[in-house]
């Protein structure tokens, strides 16, 4: 839905927040989302979708920004949820600028979710964005306290602070890919705040290559949280470690790696072990680095997997039970010799469809095990290989 700035004022109003609270009531669930949006819309006539929407989104809020306090009463748009930080992530980019000791100019603030991390990390701070929809909901979410005032993200307001940026990678529901499709555009927002510290949250899947070519030459970081990338974050040189271009931030186990690490990795055939690197080291490509630091080595130089006699302190890994050269009929007779029931199925370097294999195996036994299928070797020595495995957990 499209949302007004009288939308959020009547929100926030005496009434609004009454009729929030039943609509709040309401099950809004598949089975009974006709038939409540129905008598939402009986009761409050036009205003009924903005408070369907809002009674929706605060039900999701928690999962992602719980961490940030109590957001319960929060106002978001469903564009602005979804392109919202998660709480973990922002606290600890929070983490790292009050490290910094300077203050923050959060210049695309959005509904408040990092200016709410700023403020828990005791920076002072200043927020703007260049939508008053949004901003009006930042005002109501982070309260009279908050600095905020409207403002082009492209037009500096603040001196002597670090600016922050999330510009804007979703429209309509769909995400932009390509740099220069950000709102604002990566490449204009790098000029106007060449001369300044700045943090830039960007996309995972942006093209390292394509950012260095906008001349920028701090520090590239790639965060996960729960096994899943969730962005990278473009620091100014006078914020990133000495030296430091590429960083991988693993925050469930705490674990922070750069390229400024050894990254002597040898290449052997697996040992007892294979791991599968967390997605933020392979995306911030310090598979190497990663493998250098935890004694394990390379199946193959160009290939992601690791391997080793002994697991890193807390990561899954798969303990090789048997080897075989990929072909589905060997390994369904290896699988079949194992009693394999539930299948774990992981694939790098090989095209190969998991689920449409997993079909085709038709495992029936009792044991959960998993395989790991990857190329060993390159050119006419290359070879699909099959590794049966146990998981750690």
């Not at 001196?159 to 220069?180: I, K, L, M, T, Y």
């Not at 589905?328 to 469809?353: H, K, P």
């Amino acid at each position: 839905m499209r949302w007004r700035s009288d939308d959020v004022s009547y929100l926030r109003s005496e009434s609004g927040t009454a009729a929030l609270a039943v609509v709040g009531e309401l099950e809004l669930t598949e089975a009974t989302r006709i038939a409540d949006v129905a008598a939402a819309r009986a009761r409050f006539g036009e205003r009924a979708p903005v408070l369907v929407e809002t009674a929706l989104l605060r039900r999701r809020a928690p999962d992602k920004l719980g961490e940030l306090g109590d957001v319960s009463n929060w106002l978001f748009t469903d564009e602005a949820l979804q392109q919202a930080t998660a709480a973990p992530v922002a606290l600890h980019r929070a983490g790292r600028l009050a490290r910094a000791g300077a203050p923050v100019h959060d210049a695309t603030c959005s509904i408040g979710t990092e200016m709410a991390a700023l403020r828990g990390a005791g920076i002072r701070a200043v927020g703007s964005d260049i939508d008053a929809v949004r901003l009006a909901m930042a005002r109501h979410n982070l309260g009279p306290a908050a600095h905020l005032c409207r403002a082009d993200a492209l037009r500096p307001i603040t001196r002597d602070a670090v600016v922050v940026a999330d510009p804007g990678r979703r429209h309509g529901g769909r995400r932009r890919f390509h740099v220069e499709d950000y709102q604002p555009g990566l490449g204009a927002l790098l000029d106007t705040y060449r001369d300044r510290d700045f943090a830039v949250k960007c996309s995972p899947g942006i093209d390292f290559d394509r950012v260095r070519r906008l001349g920028f030459g701090g520090e590239i970081e790639v965060t996960s949280y729960r096994g899943s990338v969730r962005e990278a974050c473009l620091w100014s040189a006078g914020l990133s470690g000495p030296g430091v271009r590429r960083r991988a931030s693993v925050l469930d186990r705490g674990e922070q790696i750069t390229d400024t690490e050894p990254d002597e990795c040898g290449v052997r055939p697996a040992g007892q072990w294979i791991v599968d690197p967390d997605g933020a080291v392979v995306r911030a490509g310090l598979v190497r680095h990663y493998g250098a630091r935890h004694g394990l080595w390379q199946l193959d130089p160009d290939i992601a997997y690791l391997s080793g006699d002994r697991l890193p302190p807390g990561v899954r890994g798969f303990e090789v039970l048997e080897q075989v050269a990929f072909d589905e009929r060997r390994l369904r007779r290896s699988l079949a010799a194992l009693d394999c029931g539930a299948l774990e199925i992981l694939v790098r370097g090989v095209r190969v469809d998991p689920d449409a294999l997993r079909r085709r195996l038709r495992p029936r036994g009792d044991r959960p095990l998993s395989v790991v299928i990857t190329r060993i070797g390159s050119g006419a020595d290359g070879h699909a290989t099959a590794f049966v495995c146990r998981a750690s957990r």
